[in-house]
């Protein structure tokens, strides 16, 4: 296989699986492209607020496979009875700082107080918008194991979590959770860095998610590159791709996939419905809010395309839905 091997550093950087660049423009350039973007990329009207009944959780989903999706890419999976949180992002903004930078469209719809007992929680990569230090800390009394990529369980175990809890992951490593359910650390094109001075030293990845009945993709971030194929050969069909759509934009186009390849990568990974993610949540690019959704649609209208589309904090059974939340 081209692409599915352990990551591959060079000094103390991560190398992507092909040559990526993390933006094209200038400083100068991208900035004046905020400054005079026309596109309503922060909703006018209000959404939400989005709750989560909780009670819901005390029965099982009848198809062994649900999801509550608490915006962005946090996805409460629930899966033969097992239950894994995906990159928790809870605070009002996804930033370094409490002031500035960019906020959520609405509060989070389940709070960690609130949350079911979880099996695992998994981190891709250490993005501000993927690994919230305040939601982080508030698991260090928690009892559940972490799994991340590697370099970012430093991260974790300042804030509180037992090193013993923390699972770091190379592309192409396996880990089991409960004897039931394996999970496969797999390469991605994006990078990483919690400043401008340490991008790419702690490593970014994708992750497929596999029991007896089912089979999930969690895309994380990514942008487009042929591994999609070899991963959809090794690992799939998947019962459900979960993918960024959001957040794109033609400097970024190595990093981030926007609608258009995020239907490209998920009919690659074989996929048989799919999720979007990464869209929706933050003002985290040029394009408008709701620009992502209304591209996917029609795509997936184009080629056939069965969506998983529920509204943020609703437990759903995962089936061919759409909530329309967003209208």
Not at 94 to 121: C, E, H, W
Not at 128 to 140: E, M, N, R, T
Not at 242 to 259: K, Q, V
């Amino acid at each position: 296989m081209k692409y599915l091997h352990p990551a591959i550093k060079e000094g103390k950087k991560f190398l992507n699986p092909v040559p990526t660049r993390v933006g094209t423009g200038s400083i100068a350039g991208v900035l004046w492209k905020y400054i005079t973007n026309k596109a309503e990329t922060t909703p006018k009207k209000h959404l939400g607020p989005f709750t989560t009944n909780f009670l819901l959780y005390q029965e099982a989903p009848p198809s062994g496979l649900r999801i509550t999706w608490l915006g962005h890419s946090s996805l409460l999976i629930e899966i033969e009875g097992l239950r894994i949180l995906t990159d928790p992002v809870f605070s009002k903004r996804a930033s370094f700082s409490k002031r500035i930078g960019p906020k959520r469209f609405y509060d989070t719809p389940l709070a960690v107080a609130n949350m079911p007992t979880l099996d695992a929680v998994i981190i891709s990569h250490d993005h501000y918008d993927h690994l919230d230090k305040q939601v982080i800390q508030q698991f260090a009394a928690i009892d559940v194991p972490f799994y991340c990529s590697l370099g970012v369980g430093q991260y974790l175990v300042h804030w509180g979590i037992r090193k013993a809890r923390i699972t770091e992951m190379n592309w192409m490593d396996k880990a089991r959770i409960a004897d039931r359910c394996e999970i496969t650390a797999l390469p991605a094109r994006h990078f990483s860095g919690r400043s401008l001075f340490n991008r790419f030293e702690t490593l970014w990845s994708s992750f497929a998610i596999k029991t007896t009945d089912h089979s999930i993709y969690y895309g994380a971030d990514s942008g487009w590159y042929d591994g999609f194929y070899e991963i959809g050969e090794a690992f799939g069909p998947f019962d459900l791709t979960m993918l960024e759509t959001g957040a794109y934009n033609t400097d970024w186009a190595d990093i981030h996939m926007g609608p258009d390849n995020a239907v490209k990568a998920h009919l690659a990974l074989k996929g048989k419905l799919m999720m979007p993610i990464h869209w929706g949540t933050f003002n985290l690019a040029l394009h408008a809010w709701n620009e992502p959704i209304e591209r996917l649609l029609q795509l997936a209208a184009e080629k056939n395309i069965p969506l998983f589309l529920p509204a943020p904090g609703e437990p759903t059974v995962v089936s061919n839905y759409n909530s329309h939340w967003w209208e």
